[in-house]
């Protein structure tokens, strides 16, 4: 990442978007009905919402998954003065713009390890000199942080690690692929305090030292307690309904979502 | 779209060349018992072997196609050449080679790949071994690796004791083919308790339009040796069908350990109709490591025959089929000794109007107390009009045997995909890293030229 004379921002104007009903191959669903977002480097921003208000979609719709169709609104990237809008973007073309998506359930790839897919993607984007020996060194550092055995880097993506480990394992590969823009997805979900320490710790360091854009999705404020969000929305049924400081996060778990 | 069809062929398969060469001998296309004795003839065999190919040749007739797999209608026996001869001798140094025929040989890299990794290595080009050459090391402890041909002439008795004693000429059509007609090949005996370290190797080239190739090959491995031996094979890309009919025998012996390990990347024109066959003996060890990526039909099963007690065997297979290929492959292993262990791993890539399936034997005799077998099929498939069937026959007659069959089907699914690309690889590589990924267990037990090579095939291949 250049140094950059001035922040980048995510901007979410009026999104829109829909999935293909499960129940009903013919009609289309709306889920995100309207949302709006602006998010800048060096913010941590926290979205909560009830089970099925539409966080994952929101994340999956800016990643670019194939089956979350926009169909109205915009989703652009802004740069100084320039404008990038990436709605009808590929997943690999939002990932070279910096973006990066922690999925809630990682996906198994078998017999692909993570190191030939690390250093496949790094000698595509080229933008780092690194021989194998560096970046070995280099992943094995961020596997002792986040305590994960270095085998792990031979076996299968995804294949055969445990929940917490899965999750553990999308944080690592943020830290190596190194994106300004991160959307976490339920981290929190499935680990153990031992382990979601690790991983709050993981994240805020690299926090500290790259100043990214993090979007964290999640039901429950004890992440919030180990990141401390700059601003917290409130989702439901399609649209943001309030924003706040994070002492919105706490309000929200003691009294739920239709108190507010 | 068919001319671009025939374009992307011709790109995509970089060993479609074909050279210019001045074949000392060429026998007229057809086959006849004239033939038959002429090719012996030719060979100054003795008459023990001229009878045998005459009585092959009957049985040949004789014989009808495989009831089973796919469709073999489109060969016309009658339209093949069933010998030539490229060169009047086997060359032991490449230097001494024809100038055109090493340089089909330099462009696929072999004498390269023999300098810096093999103890020793083969080239057949149509019906004859051009070039034999083994370390001398090797041949000072009495290692055995000469063109199959030179075997009958220089080793008579060994020869006799063995040849056609694993796979009889009447096994089938295509043995008695071979048995007839056959031409080139290894021979190969490793003394008892000699340990060949590095591999070593044969590279096979059908260069004539409507050529049939029908190499024997015959492996000894006495007691307690070890040997890890692999071929490899290309064509020219022509509009007329070849054929490839190898048999293939191996004798493991007591202690022994033998891998044979196969590349087969034939041109998308050749019919490739093999038998291969080995016996282990007691706590003997062997391993077909068989990779199939070309051709136009395949139909090969390599077997295994577990006879001695403690003896153990591994199948591990990978076949891709694509276009309207055909790769119908698999293998049997035949448990007759006492504590008996087996495992076949077999993998298949489909696409477009492909159909890569598995066909198999299992079997446990009543003699096999406590015999043990894993088996396990995947079929990855890459389109929809593409096809994979298992077909695993198991036969067991003895109650204390463990025998495990799994089965899966897998397609890239759209959640893999995005997934890769979120990380930041385009579409295509994406798929490409996926069906690498399915393949990878077998891809990475090849030596590394044949693994990268592979991998290479496998990129082209699904694009």
Known sequence: MATKSSKSSLIIKNLHVETEDKTNRQSKKEILKGLDLEIKEGEIHAIMGPNGSGKSTLLNALMGHPNYQISGGTIQLKTGDKTKKLNDLKADERSNLGLFMAFQHPIEVPGLSFLHMLRTIKNLKGTEKQSLEELLEELKIELKKLKIDEKALERGINEGFSGGEKKKLEIFQMKVLKPNFILLDEIDSGLDIDALKIVAENIKEFFK????AIIIVTHYARILKFIEPHKVHILSDGKIIKSGGKSLAHITEKHGYEKN | MATKKIDTLFTNYKYGFHTDTKSTLVIPKGLSEKIVRQISAIKEEPKWMTDYRVKAYKEFVKKPLPDFGPSLGGINFDDIHYYIRPQDKTQNKWEDVPAEI?????????????KRSLAGSGAQFESEMIYHSIKESLSKKGVIFDSIDQGLKKY?????????????YNDNKFSALNSAVWSGGSFIYIPKNTYVELPLQAYFRINTESMGQFERTLIIADEGSFLHYIEGCTAPVYSKDSLHSAVVE????????VQYTT????????????????YAYENAEMIWLDCNVGSKVTMKYPSIYLIGDNSKGEIKSLAMAKDNQCQDTGGKII?????????????????????ASYRGLLKATKSARNSFNYS?????????????????????????ASIAHEASIFKIDDSQLFYLMSRGLPQDTAVSEIVNGFANPIVSELPMEY?????????IETE
């Open chain 2, 335 to 355: 448990h007759t000794g006492k504590n008996t262990t087996s495992k076949i791993i077999a993998k298949s890539i489909s696409k477009d109007h492909g159909n």
């Open chain 2, 250 to 257: 191996i004798i493991v012996k007591k202690n022994a350990h």
């Open chain 2, 451 to 459: 693994a990268v090579e592979l991998k290479r095939l496998l990129e």
């Open chain 2, 263 to 278: 590349v087969q990347n034939w041109s998308t024109n050749v019919y490739n109709l093999v038998t291969k066959r080995a």
């Open chain 2, 376 to 400: 396990k099929c995947d079929a990855l498939i890459l389109s929809p009009e593409a096809r994979s069937d298992t077909i695993p026959k198991i036969s067991i007659d003895d109650p204390t």
């Open chain 2, 156 to 168: 008579p008795e060994l020869f006799k004791a063995y040849f056609g004693t694993i796979v009889p």
């Open chain 1, 209 to 212: 030292k790259y100043s990214p």
């Open chain 2, 102 to 114: 090493k340089e089909t040989f330099d462009r696929l890299g072999i004498p390269e790949h023999e």
